[in-house]
């Protein structure tokens, strides 16, 4: 496993609701310089869910995240031509060929998206990455599901019901009240508070993300898996910065569903 002492060190401190002190291009720039084509790659998968979120942009005539693969001219040709994205979605598009249609069964490609990662990393930073996105999306969708009187088994129709999480989300789909595993109490308490402020929740889902993201880099500052917690980190920090009352409620709508 290569080891990137300089990259490790050359990293600024990092905070939520403070300028970074570097930006994400030139933290891509450095990387892309810096990187083995194995640890580029993993970077690349890193910024999937991103480059999801702007395909569903896209159909939605929303703004558009930077911090993605593709540009956004590069992403308007490669849904055009079905080429330069991953199989799900080539299979996806050809599946569907209506806007229409392709948002309303988009939450799939999320579920598929997380678990094919979690698959091809069955250990390390990227791993625990999507299961945590995940969990977050899930149990919002959950306590969103509750709190605005949505069927919850409805919500979930692209889950698999026999995963355990799954599983305990419908298990209380007639509770009066959603209850998350003790991992998820503090998401609970986070949509309670904040719920009816989207700006305010999303701020305190960045800052609950980033804590969970620095808590798995867990191999040392000048690993892989350091250096993708940190670009990840960078990326909510930089989404703060952008952040307005409108983008906040569209965000925290997207996390869950």
């Not at 999937?48 to 992403?75: C, M, Q, T, V, Y």
């Not at 999507?130 to 409805?154: M, P, S």
């Not at 940190?230 to 703060?240: D, G, I, K, T």
Request: aromatic content about 12%; hydrophobic content about 40%; proline content about 6%.
């Amino acid at each position: 496993m290569a080891e990137y002492y300089f990259l490790g060190v050359s990293f600024p401190p990092l905070a939520i609701g403070q300028k970074p002190p570097i930006s994400f291009q030139e933290l891509r720039e450095r990387l892309e310089a810096n990187l083995t084509l194995p640890d580029w790659e993993k970077f690349k998968d890193l910024l999937r869910l991103i480059d999801l979120a702007n395909i569903r942009a896209e159909w939605l005539e929303g703004p558009f995240d930077p911090h993605g693969n593709l540009s956004h001219k590069e992403l308007e040709e490669a849904l055009l031509v079905k080429e330069g994205l991953p199989g799900f979605i080539i299979d996806y598009l050809e599946r569907y060929d209506s806007i229409e249609d392709r948002l309303r069964f988009f939450p799939s490609l999320y579920t598929t998206l997380c678990l094919e990662m979690q698959e091809k990393y069955p250990d390390g930073f990227l791993h625990e990455y999507y299961r945590l996105e995940r969990e977050i999306r899930l149990i919002l969708t959950a306590l969103r599901a509750k709190h605005f009187g949505k069927d919850i088994v409805r919500e979930l129709q692209f889950e698999d019901p026999r995963d355990s999480l799954i599983a305990e989300i419908i298990a209380q789909k007639d509770a009066s009240e959603y209850n998350p595993p003790l991992d998820g109490l503090v998401l609970k308490t986070l949509f309670n508070r904040c719920v009816e402020d989207p700006k305010e929740l999303y701020k305190a889902l960045l800052e609950y993300r980033f804590e969970k993201i620095e808590e798995m880099e867990q191999q040392g500052p000048f690993s892989i898996d350091a250096i993708l917690g940190y670009a990840a980190r960078l990326m909510l920090v930089e989404s703060w910065n952008d952040l307005d009352n409108d983008r906040g409620k569209e965000l925290v709508e997207r996390l869950s569903r």
